[in-house]
């Protein structure tokens, strides 16, 4: 036995200092650390709802720091292939499991996605940039199912809860630092009839609405794991996190995302204890009269938008003007679209199409493209999120859980609502992180019941940091 091991070791050596003589380092060092998680994942799929998790540190390595386009455009499909894979492979290696985990969410994304496949049929005057339409509005959307799939325990929902909220602080710090040392920006970001705006924050995005898209979304299910931990070391790091992300979101000087992520916790307020909505109300009004005083842009920012001169702006080239522009475009195909890809979110810009730009508010942007058969069926589904996640709640018996699952809530109607001005759930990591969010919530009121109860470790017992 003793020999075959040598044997096995000496080979293995051998064949790596082939590998390292031909392909250099980095190539081969990658390819040992894709053998390596496959093999971690094998033993516990459920480690792997941990890749979409760490959504923000892929797409952030791979496209800005080392710089692989290829990788960087093709790794979170190649991902999800892998987590279907792992699915497959539960199926048949975990027998004594619940093979599918039904939600009452899954039909309706269903319904969406085959409205969306007919739509691509019916209206895409061109095939190919429909079918990369159609791939950016669903694709995100499977990670649904991988997280519904894929998780076993409340400990697994809240190691991924942890990893999103945890590169949300280095996220939030960055933007913060950002501020501080005044990062340069492009004109267009500010009007200049608004006055003295010294930057906008905006990470490691390309916009600050869209980090601060990203933040609205986290604040919530931060507010959520703060309320639910007993620990008081855990507890102080939780309010240490909201801390940052809420001075990153201030600096973001994003309009929009003070409003939703204002709306998202006035919703988990009256969730947990509506006598407490008037004294929320009343501290709100006090940190953002603090804010106006003490950061001068802010006050500039939201004055600004009662202006007659924002009215003039947004009526040229803003908000206004794409609207309208919009709503035209609307009535010409009212019923099936003008097809997917063909206008108003990232497809047709990268295409350089009919003249488009952003459209700025996803359920016309959606409307445009898809026409009212597409719209409706949006609505239909995110509706369906909002209220199947809200009766799914009291389903949750554990209250640790429970608050986990509020946060959560809260999160996904900043986003819906956040749609009105901005295309959310066209950026690839806003989407991902949404559905995977709503897949926790269902995964924690239906799905525990469906997993093998020997393999269910109770959340009491975990120990550790966050």
């Not at 501020?179 to 906008?200: K, L, N, Y």
């Not at 973001?252 to 004294?279: D, E, H, Q």
């Not at 938008?305 to 919009?326: K, N, Q």
């Not at 035209?328 to 730009?357: D, K, R, W």
Request: aromatic share 16%; with cysteine.
């Amino acid at each position: 036995m003793n020999k075959l091991r040598w044997t096995v070791l000496f080979v293995a050596v051998f064949i790596l200092g082939v590998l390292l003589s031909y392909l250099g380092m980095i190539p081969v060092v990658a390819l040992l650390g894709v053998i390596v998680a496959l093999l971690i994942l094998l033993a516990d799929y459920e480690k792997a709802t941990i890749i979409v998790a760490l959504f923000t540190v892929v797409e952030f390595v791979l496209r800005d720091v080392i710089a692989y386009g290829l990788i960087a455009s093709v790794w979170d499909e190649v991902a999800l292939l892998l987590c279907f894979g792992l699915w497959l492979y539960k199926w048949f290696v975990h027998r004594n499991q619940t093979p599918y985990r039904s939600s009452p969410l899954d039909s309706s994304l269903i319904m969406f996605m085959v409205v969306a496949v007919i739509l691509l049929f019916i209206a895409a005057p061109d095939f190919s940039i429909g079918v990369e339409g159609l791939r950016v509005i669903v694709q995100y959307m499977f990670w649904f199912f991988v997280i519904t799939q894929l998780l076993k325990t409340p400990k697994g929902a809240k190691r991924v809860l942890n990893i999103v909220i945890l590169t949300g602080l280095f996220v939030a710090l960055y933007g913060i630092y950002q501020f501080v040392v005044g990062v340069e920006i492009p004109a267009h970001w500010v009007d200049q009839a608004e006055g003295s705006v010294r930057t906008r924050s905006f990470s490691i995005f390309t916009t600050p609405n869209m980090l601060a898209g990203y933040l609205s979304l986290l604040i919530p299910v931060s507010v959520g794991m703060f309320f639910a931990e007993k620990n008081t070391k855990r507890k102080i790091y939780y309010a240490f996190v909201l801390a940052c992300m809420g001075f990153a979101l201030l600096f973001t000087m994003s309009r929009g995302g003070w409003i939703f992520c204002f709306c998202a916790l006035l919703f988990y307020v009256w969730m947990k204890n509506r006598k407490l909505i008037v004294p929320t109300l009343v501290i709100m009004g006090a940190v953002f009269v603090l804010a106006v005083i003490f950061v001068p842009s802010v006050a500039n920012r939201i004055l600004y938008l009662f202006s007659a001169d924002y009215f003039a702006s947004s009526s040229t080239g803003g908000r206004v003007y794409r609207s309208v522009v919009g709503y035209e475009l609307f009535m010409n195909n009212p019923i099936f679209g003008m097809g997917l890809g063909q206008f108003g979110g990232s497809v047709a810009l990268s295409h350089g199409i009919n003249n488009t730009f952003s459209m700025d508010n996803y359920y016309l942007k959606t409307a445009v493209e898809m026409g009212s058969v597409g719209l409706f069926a949006l609505l239909v589904l995110l509706f369906n999120t909002f209220y199947k996640s809200y009766k799914a709640i009291p389903k949750i018996q554990d209250e640790e859980q429970q608050n986990w699952a509020i946060g959560i809530l809260s999160g996904l109607v900043c986003v819906i609502l956040y749609n009105l001005t901005e295309n959310m759930l066209e950026i690839p990591l806003l989407s991902s992180y949404f559905w995977m969010l709503a897949g926790i919530l269902m995964f924690l009121a239906y799905g525990q019941n469906n997993v093998d109860r020997t393999e269910n470790v109770s959340i009491e017992s975990e120990s550790g940091s966050p």
